[in-house]
């Protein structure tokens, strides 16, 4: 039986370290050659280097729409074809209404909705009839934890993009959709914990997190991978503008 995404090729943006890395980690498990994309150099080399052959890597700044051009101009010279793309590429951002600066707000919707514009944008001359996008979302925009309006928002902006977009591509044969996780355990989740209840309680505070789940736990970036295949697999052929939750029913409750 071949495997989801045999022969495809695909680009998973901040591909270097958590939930971008367990998705091109599972996408490479499913038959794809996966090309990451990051802004940081020696830990874009690390994550090619754990995921294996089928993996490469390109230094590229979803904020600038030339990176991101001459990153998909390098996939098509290397490998003549894309298939799927996943912006995964994403920042926190941590401030109470009263203290959001105006550099905060820039930069958390320069990377969080800028970024999915210019990833999205130049993949589509690219992309086949069967082609597939997804967006990495959160729950954070639908019920922002206490301090996070900011990225919540910035989260939003995605479900109103897929839900703009597809009408946009009508007729193109290119589905998108919105992955969203709750809360994954992935080392960026862990110093965010470690600064806001200090290094000693990271483990509780994940632990603490997991309670609060309808799974009791929280998620491990390779379940975002798997449902990352789905969504760019045939499997989910049927399947665009839909936001999909997968957060253990955390948003659900
Ligand atoms: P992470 O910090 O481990 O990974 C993000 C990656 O994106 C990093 O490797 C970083 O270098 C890269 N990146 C940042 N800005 C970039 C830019 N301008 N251009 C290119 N690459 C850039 O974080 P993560 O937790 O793995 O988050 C990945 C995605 O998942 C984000 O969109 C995040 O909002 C989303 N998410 C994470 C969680 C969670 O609990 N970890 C929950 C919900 C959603």
Redesign the pocket.
């Known amino acids: 039986m071949s495997l989801p995404l045999e022969g495809k090729i695909a680009v998973v ?2 591909g ?5 890395l367990g998705i091109a980690q599972e996408f490479v498990d499913s038959g794809a050659h996966v090309v990451i ?4 150099r020696e ?1 874009l080399d690390a994550a090619v280097a754990t995921i294996g052959p089928n993996c490469s890597g390109i230094v ?4 600038r729409l030339a990176d991101m051009q001459a990153a998909y101009r390098q996939v098509q010279e290397r490998h003549g074809r894309l298939d799927a793309v996943v912006a ?5 951002a941590h401030a109470p209404l009263g203290a959001i600066t105006e550099e905060e707000f820039d930069r958390t919707f320069d ?2 909705a800028k ?1 999915v514009l210019f990833t999205v944008q130049p993949a589509l001359a690219l992309l086949p009839p069967g082609g597939t996008v997804v967006i ?5 925009s639908i019920r922002p934890p206490r301090g996070m309006s900011l990225y919540g928002g910035s ?1 939003a902006a995605v479900r109103a993009f897929v839900r703009g977009w597809i009408q946009d591509v009508k007729g193109s044969g290119i589905r998108m959709n919105v992955l ?5 355990d ?4 862990r110093s965010a914990l470690a600064m806001a209840q200090g290094a000693d309680h990271v483990d509780a505070a994940v632990r603490t997190m997991g309670e609060g789940n309808p799974t009791g736990r929280i998620a491990d ?1 390779r379940e975002m991978g798997r449902a990352a295949v789905f969504l760019s697999s045939d499997a989910s052929g049927f399947i665009t503008g839909v936001e999909l939750f997968a957060d253990g029913g955390m948003a659900q409750v």
């Open positions: 943006t901040g270097a370290s958590g939930v971008g994309t990051d802004l940081r830990a590229a700044d979803v904020t995964n590429a994403g920042i926190g990377v969080n970024g990495i979302g959160s729950t954070a989260k969203s996780p709750g809360a994954v992935t080392a960026s989740l970036a």
